[in-house]
């Protein structure tokens, strides 16, 4: 089985300011991992994926992310923010979709990010 | 808008009352699964389906809980004699057989047990 932690329910920042948010899993086989984005009474959004390859993942609105295999992370990035990226922001991991585990999701627990003018 | 609905959108029902939510997804995904989500918590998996088989379910889906997929198409979930911690958001999401596991997410219901 596999779970995720999200270290900081709730990111505080500045406009234009950097921000980090940060994703540990936890899995006894490879996975793939993703970022989700909720906006208020809207569905999840894909921000952003790794499958395999590169460890640094580009998305959307300017977001990246880096698969750490040694540290089990998974953190997302974003250089400057805008006062339209306050949302909720959930990581989340799935094995092989191949499987057993028919690519369900395993989610953690979200980070509120607000941003600030 | 991702193209997968769900109907209703806010259900308050009463405890012991039965519920039924309804998703369509986009037309040419084969994979359907159906996602819980508590306040404050992130979406935990309850049940999934290939085309009309329904191939995976959670622990956390009880005797009171079905889902279908008849044909393949859209989905049902039915919660039978509900209780007051059913109060949730229920998601749908959805996806195609060559999308590389990208999920798309339905605006999800929300129901209110009182």
């Known amino acids: 089985a596999q779970s995720v932690t999200q270290l900081d329910s709730q990111v505080p920042v500045f406009e234009e300011a950097p921000v980090e948010l940060r994703c540990n899993y936890s899995?006894?086989?490879?996975?793939?991992l993703f970022w989700y984005v909720q906006y208020p009474n809207q569905g999840l959004q894909l921000l952003l994926k790794y499958l395999s390859g590169s460890t640094l993942v580009k998305g959307i609105n300017g977001f990246e992310a880096e698969f750490n295999k040694s540290q089990t992370s998974f953190h997302l990035r974003k250089p400057s923010v805008h006062i339209s990226d306050t949302a909720e922001y959930f990581c989340?991991?799935?094995?092989?979709?191949?499987?057993?585990?028919?690519?369900?999701?395993?989610f953690g627990q979200g980070t509120i990010l607000t941003v600030h003018p | 808008d991702t193209g997968v609905s769900q109907n209703p959108r806010h259900k308050i029902t009463k405890r012991g009352q039965n519920v039924t939510f309804r998703c369509d997804p986009i037309?040419?995904?084969?994979?359907l699964y159906w996602y819980r989500q508590t306040l404050g918590q992130g979406p935990e998996f309850l049940t999934y389906f290939q085309n009309e088989a329904q191939l995976e379910k959670s622990r956390l889906l009880s005797d009171r809980f079905s889902a279908e997929r008849p044909k393949g198409s859209f989905s049902t979930l039915e919660i039978q004699r509900t209780e007051q911690g059913d109060s949730a958001m229920y998601l749908c999401a959805t996806q195609g057989q060559f999308s590389s596991y990208e999920q798309y997410f339905g605006p999800g219901t929300r129901l209110t047990v009182t």
């Open positions: 899995s006894s086989v490879s996975v793939y």
């Open positions: 037309s040419e995904h084969n994979r």
């Open positions: 989340a991991v799935s094995t092989n979709a191949g499987g057993t585990s028919y690519g369900k999701l395993t």
